[in-house]
């Protein structure tokens, strides 16, 4: 529960105590003329200012008549308070929001290579929460502006979303489509990510995309529509069943590794033209001295894997290393491989 509405709670209860002291006065100073009903309905009716007249032989009973006096005032403090407070709640929740969406759109706007995520659902949830993990830089996008205030309040306030829909060409731009780097589509209806596919690789033809399929004959299309790759919950919900009965400690092993409270992931690094790295062999390199990494296979610039590459073996430009370690790691050995020659 948020400050300003326990604040309107508060006031609402002054208000309740103030009407329910009135009417117990108006009852305990008419020396038991007036019943418990109608002094309620008397002490809510001059709390409320919406008219006025006195109870019969109210002028018969002094204290009763000066009580009353005191309610009137006690009363409109009651009712301004109230009405100041559900105003100002009001108002800041609209200021609010404003204000933040508009730090918000700052900050997308000054995105560069991040990732645009269309949908934040079931499927949605978990890729926000790995890419949060990873700490690449994302924008959200869906129709479910609550379930996107929700997703933000658990990250902090920090998760980054356009409230629209994904397949629509505005909406993408919001997003920052022009600058990202990629794209993941995530929404729960093939069709939905078809659009999605489709409308961002239209935009911005150099993206990577990476759809979701929920139905596996769907793949075809979707990477026809323009998706380097489809990922197909059912089909890895399958071999993830075999994999818990067949290989538990591996699946528990990977499991364990990719949690979000984790740090070890693992990660792809680029050798990139230029580098002191280009030509030299992996022996000759201090990734395991420096960063403690453990280089599990290779991609070359022609797409071979190299699997448990030899220590002899030479780096090319374009190589990709494929490593496991914690992510500190990973960026200090970025850091390493884009070090210029000299």
């Given at each position: 529960?948020?400050?300003?509405?326990?604040?309107?709670?508060?006031?609402?209860?002054?208000?309740?105590?103030?009407?329910?002291?009135?009417?117990?006065?108006?009852?305990?100073?008419?020396?038991?003329?007036?019943?418990?009903?109608e002094?309620?309905?008397?002490?809510?009716?001059?709390?409320?200012?919406?008219?006025?007249?006195?109870?019969?032989?109210?002028?018969?009973?002094?204290?009763?008549?000066?009580?009353?006096?005191?309610?009137?005032?006690?009363?409109?403090?009651?009712?301004?308070?109230?009405?100041?407070?559900?105003?100002?709640?009001?108002?800041?929740?609209?200021?609010?929001?404003?204000w933040?969406?508009?730090?918000?759109?700052?900050?997308?706007?000054?995105?560069?290579?991040?990732?645009v995520v269309?949908?934040?659902?079931r499927?949605?949830?978990?890729?926000?929460?790995e890419?949060?993990?990873?700490?690449?830089?994302?924008?959200v996008?869906?129709?479910?502006?609550?379930?996107?205030?929700?997703?933000?309040?658990?990250?902090?306030?920090?998760?980054?979303?356009?409230?629209?829909?994904?397949?629509?060409?505005?909406?993408?731009?919001?997003?920052?489509?022009?600058?990202?780097?990629?794209?993941?589509?995530?929404?729960?209806?093939?069709?939905?990510?078809?659009?999605?596919?489709?409308?961002?690789?239209?935009?911005?033809?150099?993206?990577?995309?990476?759809?979701?399929?929920?139905?596996?004959?769907?793949?075809?299309?979707?990477?026809?529509?323009?998706?380097?790759?489809?990922?197909?919950?059912?089909?890895?919900?399958?071999?993830?069943?075999?994999?818990?009965?067949?290989?538990?400690?591996?699946?528990?092993?990977?499991?364990?590794?990719?949690?979000?409270?984790?740090?070890?992931?693992f990660e792809?690094?680029?050798?990139?033209?230029g580098?002191?790295?280009?030509?030299?062999?992996?022996?000759?390199?201090?990734?395991?001295?420096?960063?403690?990494?453990?280089?599990?296979?290779?991609?070359?610039?022609?797409?071979?894997?190299?699997?448990?590459?030899?220590?002899?073996?030479?780096?090319?430009?374009?190589?990709?290393?494929?490593?496991?370690?914690e992510?500190?790691?990973?960026?200090?050995l970025?850091a390493?491989?884009?070090?210029?020659?000299?």
């Amino acid at each position: 529960m948020n400050l300003s509405f326990r604040r309107v709670l508060r006031a609402l209860l002054v208000l309740f105590l103030v009407i329910h002291l009135g009417a117990f006065g108006i009852w305990l100073f008419g020396g038991g003329e007036y019943g418990l009903l109608e002094s309620i309905y008397f002490a809510i009716y001059t709390v409320a200012t919406v008219g006025y007249a006195e109870l019969p032989h109210l002028d018969q009973h002094g204290f009763a008549r000066m009580f009353n006096g005191a309610l009137i005032i006690a009363g409109i403090g009651a009712i301004a308070y109230f009405q100041s407070t559900l105003t100002a709640m009001l108002v800041e929740g609209v200021i609010g929001r404003v204000w933040r969406r508009g730090r918000m759109k700052n900050k997308i706007e000054g995105l560069r290579e991040h990732y645009v995520v269309a949908g934040c659902g079931r499927t949605g949830k978990y890729v926000v929460e790995e890419l949060t993990a990873v700490g690449r830089g994302f924008v959200v996008v869906d129709k479910d502006e609550a379930l996107l205030e929700r997703m933000s309040a658990e990250l902090g306030g920090k998760l980054l979303f356009i409230v629209g829909d994904a397949t629509e060409d505005h909406t993408l731009q919001e997003a920052g489509i022009s600058r990202a780097s990629g794209v993941i589509a995530a929404l729960s209806d093939d069709r939905d990510n078809l659009f999605v596919t489709l409308t961002a690789r239209t935009l911005n033809p150099d993206l990577r995309i990476v759809s979701k399929a929920v139905e596996i004959e769907n793949e075809g299309k979707l990477l026809r529509a323009g998706a380097d790759t489809t990922v197909s919950p059912n089909r890895i919900g399958g071999h993830r069943l075999v994999s818990e009965l067949v290989r538990p400690r591996v699946t528990a092993f990977l499991d364990q590794m990719l949690r979000v409270t984790e740090n070890l992931r693992f990660e792809e690094v680029t050798v990139p033209e230029g580098s002191p790295w280009v030509g030299r062999s992996l022996r000759s390199v201090p990734i395991r001295d420096r960063t403690n990494l453990l280089v599990v296979a290779l991609h070359e610039p022609d797409g071979s894997y190299v699997y448990n590459p030899s220590p002899d073996r030479p780096l090319a430009a374009g190589t990709q290393l494929i490593v496991m370690g914690e992510l500190d790691s990973v960026q200090k050995l970025r850091a390493m491989v884009d070090a210029p020659r000299g």
